[in-house]
């Protein structure tokens, strides 16, 4: 099997040698028995280069730019024995089976283009950033500021990459970025931030308006997204809360309650511009926090720590209990947030990178972190945890967006159905900006799927919902 790039508009460009047949006209193809949007990445299938008898697969990815796939395509049977050259064991293979995945999107990683995202304002430093990747990009057609990387070109040495301006993140993460259909003002809250990527294209979308609440249960990572934030220079409108997503509770600051503050109350200590050299009073307080915490369930832990402020995140001059304050499930009909992502913990099964690493990490690892029966129990119950504390931060009328990089029905479809018997004041959106998304529609009307054979993008699973009054 031969993989090259190429440059043309279309097939024709590719190999005169070939006869080229585009799988159901225009810009749609089929995936399975659903229909999907071509868009940017239409697949075609010809009749075999040279008389091999098989058949040849072109991705096209751009107006002029083709990946060409030269070899025969087997049957799936004959795909399983060789998937790309990645020696996926038995057990994740019958992994895929059980959950009605096929192994053939493994084949398709080492030809998946790798992504990254221009920060807003350095699009006339393009030739420059190519210039030091020594790599031409091409601009993803459907996704602003995204442009295709050849999956061999690093950029993390890189001076732009140091500098903040560009960053990695797949196209169908930032497709569900997109989703929520951000607009200038949003209270946005990111219940899963870390590792951040998706903050920092959320916080380029709101530009001087607006405020984002990210939370992560875990502390390390959300350490690496304020570390991102003040690399890419966009923290200022940004807050960062260690805790737990099933329970965090705490609203959007543009509300103040506290009309009736006692003299008491009015002496008590604000929040100053932060510093990553904070008071010592206030790293000794943080370090007897984590201390005595140290030895309990975190969800047992009843504040969030806030480890990072914007200066115009809201947080400046107000009072411990004016951040914190909560409010009841009534209250927050009004006054939760605009728009929440959920981008649920997950086994990651759908993105390819992630599972080659198993390689390097060894193969009793993804046994224990994807395989396991008891894990992915674990994951269900998770998941739904956190798209229905999602939703109950989520104001009348605002909008959420549900996502894991996983393929298989149980962390997807599954997860949907349960909170809509659950909650009926949710509702299922269409989602506006997919309509040239390279993308299929997944068993559940209005919810998407992405995956390397369908979008040369990693594995990804989109549903939106709004609340309704009820």
Request: overall charge neutral; some cysteine; charged content about 25%.
């Amino acid at each position: 099997m031969i993989i090259f790039v190429c440059r043309g508009h279309g097939p024709d460009d590719v190999s005169r040698s070939t006869s080229w047949k585009e799988n159901n006209g225009g810009n749609r193809s089929t995936y399975g028995n659903n229909s999907c949007n071509g868009g940017a990445s239409t697949r075609i299938l010809g009749r075999g280069c040279e008389g091999d008898g098989g058949e040849n697969m072109v991705t096209v990815i751009g107006e002029d730019m083709v990946l060409v796939v030269i070899g025969s395509l087997r049957s799936m049977a004959e795909q399983v024995e060789d998937v790309s050259t990645l020696p996926l064991p038995d057990a994740f293979l019958d992994f895929l089976r059980q959950n009605g995945l096929d192994p053939s999107i493994y084949a398709a990683s080492h030809s998946t283009p790798r992504y990254i995202r221009l920060k807003p304002g350095c699009e006339t430093h393009l030739m420059e950033i190519e210039a030091e990747i020594k790599c031409k990009l091409k601009e993803v057609s459907w996704l602003a500021n995204f442009y295709y990387l050849s999956p061999d070109v690093g950029i993390a040495n890189t001076k732009v990459y140091q500098e903040g301006k560009i960053y990695g993140i797949d196209a169908a993460s930032g497709a569900a970025v997109l989703a929520l259909g951000i607009s200038p003002g949003d209270r946005v809250l990111d219940l899963c931030a870390a590792p951040g990527a998706k903050l920092c294209m959320i916080l380029d979308l709101l530009g001087c308006s607006g405020t984002v609440t990210g939370v992560d249960v875990s502390r390390h990572r959300l350490a690496a997204c304020r570390t991102m934030l003040q690399k890419y220079t966009l923290g200022d409108r940004c807050r960062l809360f260690v805790a737990d997503g099933t329970t965090f509770s705490l609203i959007p600051v543009r509300v103040c309650l506290n009309s009736k503050s006692s003299a008491a109350e009015e002496q008590l200590e604000v929040y100053k511009e932060w510093t990553s050299r904070r008071p010592w009073k206030e790293r000794k307080r943080a370090a007897k926090t984590r201390e005595n915490g140290a030895s309990q369930i975190f969800s047992q832990i009843q504040d969030p720590e806030l480890i990072f402020y914007g200066r115009h995140s809201g947080v400046v001059g107000l009072s411990k209990c004016e951040v914190y304050q909560s409010v009841n499930d009534r209250e927050l009909l009004q006054l939760g947030y605009d728009k929440v992502l959920v981008d649920a913990e997950c086994t990651h099964d759908g993105s390819i990178r992630h599972i080659q690493k198993f390689e390097q990490w060894g193969w009793t690892t993804l046994q224990r972190r994807v395989l396991d029966a008891e894990r992915t129990d674990f994951l269900t119950v998770l998941q739904l945890k956190l798209l229905a504390n999602g939703f109950r931060l989520l104001k009348v009328g605002g909008s959420l967006v549900y996502s894991t990089c996983s393929l298989t029905l149980s962390q997807n479809e599954d997860v949907i159905e349960q909170f809509l018997s659950q909650n009926a004041s949710a509702e299922l959106l269409e989602i506006d900006a997919a309509q040239n998304w390279p993308c299929k529609s997944a068993r559940i009307p209005k919810t998407l799927r992405f995956d390397p054979l369908t979008s040369s993008t990693s594995g990804l699973f989109i549903a939106k919902f709004t609340k309704l009054a009820v």
